[in-house]
């Protein structure tokens, strides 16, 4: 087992999770099936219905 500490966009899940009390595999799925909205639009989506984000 590494003790190297995580590094990059996987070091956020344990926070993103512990904040918003669902799963990273679940937030992954609500982007997947916005996948071919703009970077923007995903953004705004995750905001309005899931109330995440920096508009909190």
Known sequence: MSTEPIKGPASYFPSIEKRYGRP???WQQVVRDQ???SLAGQGSQVQTKHC???SR
Do not use: A, H, T, V
């Open 52 to 54: 995440c984000g920096s």
């Open 35 to 37: 996948l071919y909205d």
């Open 24 to 26: 990273i595999g679940e």
